[in-house]
């Protein structure tokens, strides 16, 4: 990490070898576009990297369909290339009828224990959540519930991460909330990493537009000038308590 | 203004061949870094855009001296490249000791009566004025004297624009405040003029960092991206009566 | 529109004949009570305005009784008093059952893609939905459906409208969120046309209080006075591109 | 009330005796934690204090199974601690399946017309509701229905209370949304009373941890110092009409 | 005071007959446009109001000359109109050279301690400030001191006022801040009186515009229709300890 | 730093041994009530703290005078008991007439350049500064300033801090401004470190109210059990970039 005006730091908020890190994700490629070259930084030093996938549904989509199959697939290259430990897809909606945002209970509680990769099997030191501002209501309602999942409990409970941010969504720019993007991530070393796995989503990206990779190389880009670095990501920190 | 993906319109807001614009800018160059292109844009389609620059200091300054005569020649040269139609720089602080936000009311009488370049003499159709959370004391007081400058008055007495935005100063993201920007004006076919603007500024650009035209190009890239285009620039709508 | 201290402009941001507006309304009544005026202004300078309703339903109100049949005619009768060019309620409750804020994904595709009136048939330039904050639980489910559906897509997918804004529900200001209403619309020549519209809704209007024509008389010749006109609408603009 | 600094007043916001108040809450415990001290201060004066209860479920819990039949115990021992008048709790959840937040309209509906304890039957003078920025998504969903349910009826049709006030849920200090404790109520001489309904909740509260005594006074006791009493509850005045 | 929806109080917050409230106005006017009403329902039921104008200056006016003299009479005129028990305009400027915004600290002591009307001579249980959000320099000014006038002191060592509220100015909806207008007052009763102390300042006051008395009577209009009553006024309630 | 709920770091964000902080305050003392806990804890690891306080005048003061020459041996004292490397005040202020929120440049050019402790000479990874929302004049002046001074420079030039936080200062719950509290580091050990660093204020100090150990107790026991530890304290973290 060498930077010109800033002397920035080698760990990320101190985040450390064999720390844990828990990234909730709404859908398949949520993980990459928002926070994928923060996730390959922190594995990449160490640090273990655990996604928890929503939800994927089988169904027609604007430009082609969504079959739930293959999106796996490409869920599981695209942690691959950003160093992921573990990571699983929680809801195969192979109907397309489940409605994300009416299930804000069971969200809680599959996010506080889902058997694979959950707070509970997981033990966190760090949330990663979508941020309150997404205009998409399935991440509104991850959101929340990530939120609520995240609060203090008494000790010996249940786990409960001191780090808690939130990561963009994809045209996240398009909110009617200001959110405090105060966290910035340098990671211009790992722009190689989240390209790749940005092109791992081949039935998600697009050629041009809010869904292509060089959409997300101008965001990530200009994120990287307010730090003055190549590349950067930003985050809002809801909870950092040390 | 070719796009993609939204239908853009030929006129930014409304704005039409003859209108009158004020742009009020705390020093010479933020009349460039922040809004340059949308002023290249409405200059090349007729309406008439006057700059009021507020002030330049004889003094010391990081990375060099500021020499007023020498800084006088580049917003000129700025002003020619945008198509700026009437400019002028307010106060020439030869000593070095004027400290703007001291004079809040000479700074709203300023923009409300300058004998060359204000409301009085260019009764303009829009006001642009820097954003308000800009971390620069003397863009917040520049900010809101133009905010109060801009209220509306009785018939006769003043002259009151209908359009009033907020635009971006440099390294304005560096900011504690959230700010609605919510106007994206299409600039893609302006960022040569605007690139030619910035090179005329040849003693306050740098050659990277935060003052290097590589900079401004990501900002007005993202803020591209935000609505499918090449270059945008974005603002804060305080006033749209139409 | 002449006005003593402003001197307004003839059209509406920019919009002119021939271009498309859709107004999402949740029930019948509330694409006049909040924007009639201006979609009435719209509508006589040759603007094509469509209205897609959300919902009516079958059953007890306080102070009285809802027969969709009776509101589809009230409907008819105040788009036509706008001037609107198309309109459609899309749900007819029959049950009184029908819960629109447990329906948000089914809400995101009715906007996009209703097959009479909706982003898809009519491609508009500018799209109007409640503002964010009304207390409604039905209007703000479809504000955040409305948002989602005004994203930026890719070219040839989907229409996206590049105006879109928030306007007023009855009693808004009752609100817990501060929103922020830049955009102001001088009402006065239509107010006769939007007095006429309201008063087409003889099952929903009162004598007085909240759902009274003198009570919007009074928020209309308010925000009026803001811009020194009769009458005015407001709106918050989420987004203005050109 | 005596103080030292502010001169206070022997009146919460100006109630009297006889004057009625209703609560809200979301579950049992909900209107001990946030403003029991506050409820315990107006039963003293001969204010009515009503509580509706939304709702409790038989299931499990961490640390622990939750009881309806004892819950219901428990809430009415808080209660009789606080010298409310009447109390209820509306949805006993036998199953364990009832999600509150997709009950929006049955929610409002409650609120207003519950035969037992609501609006309808208090005709209240004071709403107290749960405030907007809580975690829980119960909590959101009773703020946004008691919201709802406050807005201003016409005359004759429904009650319409002119304070509203949203209170503190437990745990409330993790939020992303930061509102406007703008109330504080001396709550120094009724801190016993408070503590003693806590004590009911058995199955509720723990030794250590946010759910614990000691946690709710350090609370109440940091809202005191910035009042400079010994105790005090903070509160958002949604709504101060007199 | 009866309204038909709500069942307003007899006292504004709990005031009583000889409780002391205390009014900072940046001008000869601004307690009457803003709070004018709501000071003249005070008096009438017997609350002092005391009222300490920080300025009055001689100088050239857009629309004439202000002359301090003639001022003064104006303010005794409207401050005798709405039944103040005393007043005094703190700082004559006849040099018209004072520039209110510059001298922070000096206004924090005269709200504190000027030897006629101030927090040590009236010892208030209310205190009227400007809003934070008004546009005029002078307005935020005196809100900055007022609010740091206000913080609670030591017992013993300076009088702490128990409310502290936020009243609009003039144009004050020409503001880039959204507050929380929370408090409103029905002031229909006393509209008369403030229209009377409007008129007293007729060097001030115009025929049409945002300074007219019509101008006035329509935002008091749209804030009754908030509550349901002819007229009203709103306040921000910063503080409200009890 | 045991914690029963979180499983705290033993670094506070990251900082490690013979990193350097700087800390800006308004006046002696103001380093100590708010972040006084985490300066001494990042001392006793190692971590380089040192203070610039900006100003001290002789004057008359509510309870009391305050005598230059006292205060500094108070904050000589307070900075020994929280290990603070080094420490000096600015601008001694003899005649009790320098007003610091007029000096707004010099402010800047002070934090940024002092000759003993700055920007310049320090070099610090971290930058503390009182939080925006203060409602005391010279710390809003000196808040300013400092996030002016910190904005991202170009490399060489100057050196810009990658972690900027915001402390509280004391009455700071009195405030207009919500703002996001998301740091929080646990003092619970150092509790005894910032009470002897009280106690060295004694011409500071009170026995009772705002400025007394008790409150400051209250307020960090408070911060404490929002993360379930015996003493927090918060911070804003305006810029956290690694």
Redesign the interface.
């Known amino acids: 990490m060498t930077?010109?005006?800033?002397?920035?730091?080698d760990?990320?908020?101190?985040?450390r070898p064999d720390d844990r890190v828990l990234v909730v994700a709404p859908h398949p490629d949520d993980e990459t576009i928002g926070p994928g070259g923060t996730l390959a930084r922190l594995s990449a030093t160490g640090v273990a990297v655990h996604v928890l996938c929503v939800t994927v549904r089988r169904g027609r989509m604007?430009?082609g369909a969504s079959d739930p199959f293959l999106r796996e697939q490409e869920f599981a290259k695209a942690c691959a290339a950003l160093g992921v430990r573990s990571s699983v897809i929680a809801w195969i909606d192979e109907t397309g009828t489940v409605?994300v945002?009416?299930?804000?209970?069971e969200l809680?509680d599959l996010i506080e224990r889902h058997e694979e990769v959950s707070l509970a099997t997981v033990d966190p030191?760090a949330l990663f959540i979508p941020s309150?501002g997404g205009?998409?209501?399935d991440h509104?309602a991850v959101h929340?519930?990530g939120?609520?999942a995240?609060?203090?409990?008494?000790?010996?409970?249940?786990p409960?991460?001191?780090i808690v941010l939130g990561y963009r969504g994809v045209?996240d720019?398009?909110s009617?909330e200001?959110?405090?993007w105060?966290?910035?991530?340098?990671t211009t070393a790992y722009w190689p990493a989240k390209e790749e796995a940005l092109r791992a989503y081949g039935s998600q990206m697009?050629a041009?537009?809010?869904?292509?990779i060089e959409?997300v190389d101008?965001?990530d880009?200009?994120a990287?000038?307010?730090?003055?670095v190549g590349h950067a990501e930003s985050f809002v920190?809801?909870?950092?308590?040390?």
Chains 1, 2, 3, 4, 5, 6 share one sequence.
Do not use: M
């Open positions: 930077s010109a005006a800033l002397a920035l730091s760990s990320v908020l101190g985040l604007y430009g409605d945002c009416n299930r804000q209970r809680v030191v309150a205009y998409h209501q509104q929340r519930a939120f609520a995240a609060r203090v409990h008494p000790a010996g409970l249940k409960t991460p001191r045209e720019r398009w009617a200001n959110e405090s105060w966290v910035h991530v340098d697009r041009a537009g809010p869904r292509s959409h101008r965001i880009s200009a990287g000038a307010s730090i003055d920190p809801y909870r950092l308590a040390c």
